[in-house]
């Protein structure tokens, strides 16, 4: 509850606004009644989530705000390319508007003209960013609320699944030569992201307990990947002579990768494989460890997702696994004497016969 005092002639109202920050507002006038209202008005305000102290806010634009957030993530090497025109595209449209000066009715026209031209998954993928420029903007205390926060993004259909089979991995190994196939092969078995991979340090291989050790990734929470045999021994091999802070894969110069998108392409095409992309390398990681067996929480956790449902996309893969389980159950109950003696039957009506007894 919010407060009123007399300050000379006029009162003074004190309250917090939606954000929690304490707002302090003269009333001009000597009519205690009036202050009251005025009062009980910001109170309802609030409560419905319509009042922000704006008097708090800088004056700055949104392409001002939005190059600073681009700047700053450009240091961090997140998504660089996409990320960079994802907010290119924001500030097209946002341009000179303030960032006081946004409010959620502007989003939802922004999202309602950009889906007639591009994907519901784009326009998801942009508000995604606007969301994170209002955050940074608050964090940095330049900005007091997000209007996205409280948005309704566009519900995706299934995404693409594309994975190498068990012929087309020698294929594609086969054609890639030098740091490429390391690459390759590192993708196929840990299931990084291509930025995890290329920007890897010595510094993140646990060679005591055969761990990947990943401090940044894009969910910005430290992931642990098993070093298989294989890995473990390449990259003991690559950090002869080098030090903690250098780089597991570089150029001749010494420097990084920051692209293997043309070697990438020249092996796919050797190798004859079409439709896929470096990314879903990382798919064929999840779909082999699935068709292998390993449990879809166990699969969550070696990719980083936060939410289960991007690991379902490859459930549908496991149906030996499944069947088993089914065997399992099956096993137990007619062990218990649950089913009666039905060997001497077909095995179409014993299924029914099993499947009513377990009914009843």
């Known amino acids: 509850m919010g407060a009123f005092r007399r300050r000379g002639k006029f009162f003074q109202i004190d309250f917090k606004d939606c954000s929690g920050v304490r707002v302090r507002e003269t009333v001009y006038t000597d009519d205690q009644k009036v202050a009251e209202n005025v009062l009980k008005k910001r109170e309802v305000q609030v409560l419905e989530g319509m009042f922000f102290d704006r008097r708090k806010e800088k004056k700055i634009t949104f392409e001002e705000l939005a190059n600073e957030v681009l700047q700053y993530s450009l240091k961090l090497r997140k998504s660089k390319e996409f990320f960079y025109y994802l907010i290119k595209k924001l500030i097209g449209y946002f341009g000179k508007k303030a960032i006081c000066d946004i409010t959620a009715r502007d989003i939802v026209t922004y999202q309602e003209a950009r889906v007639v031209e591009v994907s519901k998954a784009t326009v998801n993928r942009e508000l995604a960013v606007l969301k994170r420029i209002f955050n940074l903007g608050i964090k940095w205390g330049k900005v007091v609320s997000n209007p996205v926060k409280g948005i309704d993004f566009f519900k995706e259909s299934r995404g693409r699944v594309r994975y190498l089979t068990q012929e087309e991995i020698p294929r594609l190994l086969t054609n890639c030569h030098g740091n490429l196939k390391n690459i390759v092969k590192t993708a196929l078995l840990t299931g990084m992201r291509k930025e995890e991979i290329l920007s890897l340090k010595f510094s993140n291989v646990d ?20 070093l298989c045999s294989e890995l473990r021994e390449l990259f003991w091999v690559l950090s002869t002579g080098k030090n903690q802070d250098d780089y597991v894969f570089t150029l001749p110069s010494g420097n990084r990768f920051k692209s293997v998108r043309t070697a990438f392409k020249t092996a796919l095409d050797n190798a004859g494989i079409s439709s896929f992309r470096f990314h879903d390398l990382r798919h064929t990681f999840a779909s082999q460890c699935v068709m292998a067996g390993i449990n879809i929480l166990t699969v969550r956790e070696l990719l980083g997702h936060k939410d289960i449902k991007m690991t379902m996309r490859y459930s549908h893969l496991a149906p030996q696994y499944k069947q088993d389980a089914i065997g399992k159950l099956e096993s137990r109950i007619c062990h218990c004497g649950v089913t009666g003696a039905t060997d001497k039957l077909p095995q179409k009506v014993e299924s029914q016969i099993t499947l009513t007894n377990i009914a009843n």
């Open 207 to 226: 060679f005591d307990n055969n761990l990947i050790i990943l401090e940044k990734t894009k969910n910005d929470e430290i992931r642990e990947i098993p």
